[in-house]
């Protein structure tokens, strides 16, 4: 029985809104008896999970945090010189307490309703002027993945640059071999399904000519050597190429830019500016280009516009950019990122100022000059003739030496290749001080038996050629908020004008916003999980590997699935992930030539996106007018395809809101005809502990942990999106550069985002059995209770067989056009008045709204929602019955701002108190928008992606 009294689990009451009282009501107005009758409706019983899900009984919120604790105390949190692109950094507890813990920052949606998003809107273009000032170059996005995956977004999107017809005729890209070996592995991932050439090689030797497309070089590289690369970007440049720099962001306080030295392209990790190492993340990636390459950017873009009284107003720019209209002709799939992280990071630079900011890297490149010459003094050889933050030793007993720093719960990254490379490079980084250094001397004054002398560095280490002249962070926003008291009130100003889950439901369709509980993020701050390095010696991340076992394991019980890689930092990449894994499988069955992909029309567009990454063709299958897929069609172009067939992508319950009865027989065609199925799994949140992927009949499946698993969302991420897969596709799980496998890596560190699964840990922990399966009831018992009152007044688009929707269901606003002019768009923004977040908008139906409540919502806020539509539409009724002006309406000029509302002219044919307070409620909690509706068209025809220059404020 799904029934709310379950005894002992206390967190379910917590999670899960209605109470049992308000059961009975949301019921009676859906015309069932019992939430299991709704289900049994609703979830087609061919598909019911025949047995309960092998997950132990929810913890209470206490317990759980407890027995997280001394799973933590099995990390050892060592002092770390590993480097290799993850560095300690001291977050400054401001930004700590106000932006990381703070729901009014992490649980923000990505900012589509630009609106009522101007806050994380204004940090993130802060994020990008930071980034175009340190790397020197004109435009930056919003932030990507990780530097190893934003190193193969540059290397996509030169080759697409460069090869801009269907003939490639530049093919080769050159990798330098002092790279980061997990970039590396990445982009060779990334290289081979749609066949680029890597050709790894020393720049100083290479020969590049026209048949190479471009290269990418490290800026310090691998061991930590500052290299000059000019003359070989030339000569790229020469041959008709183009050139990525990863550089460490740290060190362009004090180096040339990548802009000055002409690349075309820099990216490169953010996490050493106050994000911990996290085990690998989540940290926000930069990407920086030139002004010509803006429209193949990757990723999310933020620039300047007006709004419609033609005050300043930011927005996503070039959203046309996006999957959902490129779909298999998009470059990348990045759709989720990380703006939370990039927000703590671009912070973490208004906190210092470009001041305080060279500041510490002198004090990191002070300390690494110190210890160079301490160890000179012993005989102990540095060879990096340039360097800022790394030191390169070998010739002398390493192993001697990796013993007495083990015990010493010491870490240096050991270079050994099993052939002639036997050195070892020591990074120091922010956290570091004087203390520490004398530490490390003292172990390498042990193994050699001589006492080292603490005379200072001779020669400078950063070579003249390559010495910043350049300012850069001269903005005022960068040179303002310096005392605390001055950073605190910049982070709530920009919070306030935000609307997030702490202010009302965010009823995203497609995007399952629901609660993200205080007790699932806590442990994400502890330093036994926060100051872990992801390349750390495994016998000092037990705690991880215990967390990595189990949640593999819940996840799989949850899937119906055998194996599990938690290494995909977004949706997105577990699609990519999923569909390599189908890949491999029929390479490895000599059946290579299996290369199309079919996907229904109504599919999210990073499907077909992913498939086209992963080097699939994608044909396009068509839905039929109740919604589902039109299986004459799909089995007309399988079989078609079947020689070729690769696989088929689909979503389930589908993205119209429905359980397809026919999904059973769909997975059996496709493995009749030699396909496999991959399920993407964002609406998850309708099948947990109900039925699963593997019982359907799927073969592998992604899961938005920040959807279904409660990890919140951060205004654009950061997200997961481990795959789970079945006993043939379990040796294809994607590998990692220190732990091989039959396909590459696609995240820079092996676990992808680490920390942030303690959330989807604790969120199951907490729930257990029995709660998760209640949590997906209530999620569609939510859903239907709203679809029960609004489709009083609205038409809702597609239901299943006994009239219920799944967890989500679409409402069809195209109709309105023609009797009132209104579209999709003004209910969106009059919304915003009423106190909310429209729901997804013209997804997967152009001209809709998709609302999906999440069982987190109670009954009154679910009643606010309604009401709030159900007076929308007597609005939309009086312009249609001429009561109401067809241009000069609420819903028209919507949403209001205070301004608007406050100034003294009112010329409108509606009332003040009709336009900002419409209902009763709102007078009692108003949300005001900072901005009237954004101007899309001017953010991009006049693109600005950097803070205007301070005259322009005058
Ligand atoms: C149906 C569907 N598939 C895939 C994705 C992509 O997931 P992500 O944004 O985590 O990359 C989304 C995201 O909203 C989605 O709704």
Redesign the pocket.
Known sequence: MLQLNTNGAEFIKRHIGPSAQDTEKMLASIGVKSVDELIEKTVPSIIRSKKPMQIPEGLSEFEMLQSLKKIGDKNIVATNFIGQGYYGTITPTVILRNIFENPGWYTQY?PYQAEIAQGRLESLLNFQTMVCDLTGMPIANASLLDEATAAAEAMAMIFNHVNKTDTVTQPKFFVDSAIFPQTKDVLVTRATPIHIQIEEGNYTTAKIDDSYFGAILQYPNNTGSIEDYTAFIDQVHQAGGLVILVADIMSLTLLKSPGELNADVAVGNTQRFGVPMGFGGPHAAYFATKDEFKRGMPGRLIGVSIDAQGNRALRMALQTREQHIKREKATS????AQALLANMAVMYTIYHGPVGLKKIAEKIHGLAQNLEAQLASIGIAQSNKFYFDTLHFSGFDIAALQKEALAADINFRYFNDGKNDNSISITIDETISAREIEKVVGLFEKITGKKASSKTAGAPSIPASLVRTSTYLQHPVFNTHHSETQMMRFIKQLENKDLSLNTSMISL???TMKLNAATEMIPVSWPAFSSMHPFAPSSQTLGYQEIAKELSAYLCETTGFTACSLQPN??????YAGLLTIRAYHEHHKQAHRNIVLIPIS?????PASAVMAGFKVIVVACDAAGNIDMKDLLEKATLHKDNLGGLMV?YPS?HGVFEETIIDICASIHELGGLVYM????MNAQVGLTSPGNIGADVC?L?L??TFAIPHGGG?P???PICVNDKLAPFLPGHVYNKNKIGAVSAAPMGSASILLISYAYIKMLGAKGLELATAYAILNANYMKSRLEKKYTILYAGKNGTCAHEFIIDLRPFKATAGIEAEDVAKRLIDYGFHAP?MS?PVAGTIMIEPTESEDKAELDRFCDALISIHDEITAIEKGVSDKVDNPLKNAPHTQKVICANEWTHAYTRQEAAFPLYYVQQNKFWPTVARVNNTHGDRNLVCTCEPVASYA
């Open positions: 990505t799939n990045i759709c989720t369709g497609s995007c977004s949706g997105a990449q577990g699609e599919a999210h567009g990073t499907n979503t993205t993407d799994g964002a609406n992604h938005n920040h959807k991420g997200g997961m999106g997804t997804f």
